[in-house]
């Protein structure tokens, strides 16, 4: 089946870094993959939609300048945070859509992003 | 933004007993479905209800759709430890954006 790899899984990184994140498609091509963002024990909030070789669309709210969204390729979407701060510790999961209306998406296994 | 609700927010069960969990949504849609996810990890894919389909089943879980009530459930028979989870609806709103839109979940412990 469809396989998406989002890594890492885990990381921890000091006030005003950055930190990028992975999602892979591993065995299909998906044009278009999808950012959420979940707060412990709360929901998945979509961040943005990634579309391969165009810019990302974002969700009210979630500023474009500090969740910077790369999507270059059929198999790879990149989600970087620009100059973390503790409250964007969170986990982060990314989707991506195979034939969404058939089967569903797939998701990664989700990055554990801790700013101390 | 949340599409909607689900209810309850948290189950607790015993093993074998049947564990029915209610999600209800805002817009119009094309498909609505239901995730697993262990405590900490991604999403697994469960269910998936196209928007002219009534009932579907697959396996141990039975889903519901009623579009006039903008409302689904899920059935899980028989549960079993392994079935502690949270439970999230989603759904593809109509149109052609292909953006889930999460409910709050459910949080299940199924006691052994």
């Known amino acids: 089946g469809a396989v998406v790899s989002q890594h890492p899984s885990w990381v921890i990184c000091k006030s005003g870094t950055s930190v990028k994140i992975e999602c892979r498609s591993l065995?299909?091509?998906?044009?278009?993959m999808f950012w959420y963002r979940q707060f412990p024990k709360q929901s998945l909030m979509l961040m943005a939609t990634?579309?391969?070789?165009?810019?990302?669309?974002?969700e009210q709210g979630v500023e474009k300048d500090k969740f910077l969204i790369n999507h270059a390729s059929l198999t790879l979407s990149t989600l970087t945070v620009t100059s973390a701060h503790p409250e964007d510790s969170s986990f982060y999961i990314c989707?991506?859509?195979?034939?969404?209306?058939?089967?569903?998406?797939?998701f990664g296994s989700g990055t554990r992003l801790t700013v101390v | 933004s949340q599409q909607g609700e689900e209810d309850p927010q948290a189950l607790s069960i015993q093993e074998g007993e049947n564990a029915t969990m209610n999600c209800s949504y805002k817009?119009?849609?094309?498909?609505l479905q239901w995730y697993r996810q262990n405590s900490g990890r991604g999403l697994v894919h469960l269910i998936l209800?196209?928007?002219?389909?009534r009932e579907k089943h697959s396996g141990r879980l039975r889903v519901t759709l009623d579009t006039s009530k903008k409302s689904s459930s899920l059935l899980i028979t028989a549960s079993r430890a392994a079935d502690t989870a949270s439970y999230f609806c989603?759904?593809?709103?109509?149109?052609?954006?292909?953006?889930?839109?999460f409910g709050q979940g459910t949080t299940l412990q199924v006691k052994p």
């Open positions: 989603a759904t593809d709103a109509a149109g052609n954006t292909g953006k889930l839109i």
């Open positions: 990634s579309n391969e070789g165009s810019k990302a669309t974002y």
């Open positions: 209800i196209r928007s002219n389909e």
């Open positions: 065995d299909f091509q998906a044009t278009t």
């Open positions: 989707s991506a859509m195979q034939r969404a209306r058939v089967y569903g998406y797939t």
């Open positions: 817009t119009s849609i094309n498909n």
